[in-house]
């Protein structure tokens, strides 16, 4: 399984776009890059996943250059309710529900 | 259309006890995966199971088990527990046929260890 490198902790104000890069630079061919959410005591909730160039949901885009070794979350205009820990994992399209978690980035959205 | 849900949501035992946790998946999925979250660890995979079976396993000991029922819904049990048994467990469920990266977790079991 592909390593995943992502800051530990992000400070943001509301309203600010805030951008949380991940590396993976072992990914292979046939993974997915997925991101998750978790709030405090609560279990993570899946955001937003990609396999290559860019994703955008109702939550949030997901870039991922051509080389596919790193990849960028963005939250646009984030709020307080936003604070949370974000999970970059790498998931192969194996068909089995494992799913590998690093320590995630920590996100601070301050007034 | 129902979440998973997870039975009991806190839990406190003593360490020697045995303890069981139970996860009830979303309507129509049937695979069930198991996690611990502790602060020095993170989140752990402990196993998943798929009709009734154990198609994969984390790296834990015998004292952590499960199985899962007809009906997808699935059981933990951690027997003998230790002080570092204490975490959130995790339950989360996906569709079959669906990539993997997509699963669906409960609220979690408080397990406290004294």
């Known amino acids: 399984l592909a390593k995943t490198t992502q800051p530990i902790s992000m400070d943001s104000y509301e309203g600010q776009e805030v951008n949380i890069t991940c590396s993976h630079n072992n990914i292979a061919t046939n993974d997915y890059i997925t991101w998750y959410q978790q709030f405090p005591s609560q279990g993570p909730r899946f955001i937003i996943q990609g396999y290559k160039t860019k994703v955008t949901n109702e939550v949030a885009s997901l870039f991922i250059p051509a080389d596919r070794k790193s990849s960028t979350l963005s939250l646009p205009r984030v709020s307080l309710s936003d604070t949370a820990v974000y999970y970059c994992l790498v998931v192969p399209d194996s068909g089995y529900s494992t799913l590998t978690f690093g320590k995630g980035t920590m996100l601070l959205v301050s007034p | 259309k129902a979440g998973v849900t997870q039975t009991p949501r806190y839990l406190i035992k003593t360490r020697g006890q045995q303890v069981t946790l139970s996860c009830s998946p979303i309507s129509g999925h049937r695979s069930v995966s198991w996690y611990q979250q502790t602060p020095g660890q993170g989140l752990q995979f402990l196993f998943e199971y798929f009709s009734e079976t154990q198609r994969n396993k984390g790296n834990f000991p015998g004292r952590f088990s499960g199985r899962q029922f007809s009906n997808s819904r699935s059981e933990m049990n951690v027997s003998t527990l230790e002080l570092g048994d204490s975490a959130l467990y995790l339950c989360?469920?996906?569709?079959?046929?669906?990539?993997?990266?997509?699963?669906?977790f409960g609220p979690g079991t408080r397990l406290t260890v004294t």
């Open positions: 989360a469920s996906s569709l079959v046929g669906t990539a993997s990266y997509e699963q669906y």
